[in-house]
Nanobody
Framework: QVQLIESGGGLVQAGGSLRLSCAAS????????MGWFRRAPGKEREFVAR????????FYIDSVKGRFTISRDNAKNTVYMQMNSLKPEDTAVYYC?????????????WGQGTQVTVSS
């Protein structure tokens, strides 16, 4: 069982930066690949980025590539997403999730989400 708690969201102007954190409970965090997702108002949930259990592999959707960086610290049971050059279209509730298999679309555990609002 893994419990996930996101933090770091907020209101920022376009071009600004935020760093999201996702703290995990449980001793098995380092065995899970982690992903970040987002849900914008009126839209379906969207995959944003993922990182392998060791942090050696990462993947991003095209719209955030070069602006967002996913990372993890297994000693702290935490995954991060540094978001730079934010755009109004990045406004969404951001969720972290855990999956035992990197690249799998099925995620077993989800956080409650943190709101990111980018003003123009």
């Amino acid at each position: 069982q893994v419990q996930l708690i996101e933090s770091g969201g907020g209101l920022v102007q376009a071009g600004g930066s935020l760093r999201l954190s996702c703290a995990a409970s449980g001793r098995t965090f380092s065995s899970y690949a982690m992903g970040w997702f987002r849900r914008a108002p009126g839209k379906e949930r969207e995959f944003v980025a993922r990182i392998s259990s060791t942090g050696a592999r990462t993947f991003y959707i095209d719209s955030v590539k070069g602006r967002f960086t996913i990372s993890r610290d297994n000693a702290k049971n935490t995954v991060y997403m540094q978001m730079n050059s934010l755009k109004p279209e990045d406004t969404a509730v951001y969720y972290c999730a855990a999956t035992p298999f990197y690249g799998d679309s099925r995620y077993d555990y989800w956080g409650q989400g943190t709101q990111v609002t980018v003003s123009s």
